[in-house]
């Protein structure tokens, strides 16, 4: 068994009286490519946000690469270059140039001078197939482009793990597919990822493990041909099936 990049135990977080995850257990091995799947409200997005300390949990454990992430002694500049992070909307500084937006934590954060932040973030555009837009602003790109841009950003820091919270869901249908084309070629590279996305199609071609959430739960889990051979009236099945 090889040691999970991110381990999550007994995770519980409530707003008010609304207990919006209720003990979570989840393991995400390095390399994998996860999908958390589940109606509006479930608590798929407070999870993630949980991840890098953006919600502060309850109770709970969280640890990525073994490091506990919830101890008061944490730092949460470092703990958030370890946890890339790419939202539904990217973020992106309308009046820097693309490169600058890439580079501004690795100079600010990392202490990289500027050259050695060039290389590196020509590198992470490179890799989202935008070096040629480097020197554009945010606003002379498509919305496929800024949110791979915004993907660029995360990956400079070199995190251990990608979360992405419905990447896609702002952008319109025909820029969809660039973007999940760069998740595909980031996971050939071994980039750990966990996804929450609506794109079921994606999810079932390219996801390793699908977990369903439902109401704060991890109801269901496994490979999505798993998920998908499940007998009617298993709700992640139902839940896929309608999508597809
Ligand atoms: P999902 O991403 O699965 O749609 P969320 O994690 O966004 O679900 O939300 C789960 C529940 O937590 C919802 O009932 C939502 O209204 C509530 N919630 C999320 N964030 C907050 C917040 N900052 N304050 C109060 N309630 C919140
Ligand atoms: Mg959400």
Redesign the pocket.
Known sequence: MIAPILQIQGLRKH??G?E?LKSIDLSIAPGELVFII??????????L?CCNRL?EPDGGSITIDGEDLLSPRTNLNLLRQRVGMVFQQFNLYPHMRVLTNVTLALRKVRRMSADEADRAGLAALERVGLAHKARSYPGELSGGQQQRAAIARALALEPKIMLF?EPTSALDPELVSEVLLVMQELKKTGVTMVV?SHEMRFARDAADRIVF?EH?VVVEQGPPAQILAALPGSRARDFMTDAL
């Open positions: 707003f008010g609304n919006v589940g109606p509006s409200g479930s608590g798929k997005s407070t999870l946000r919600e919270d929450v959430m704060g």
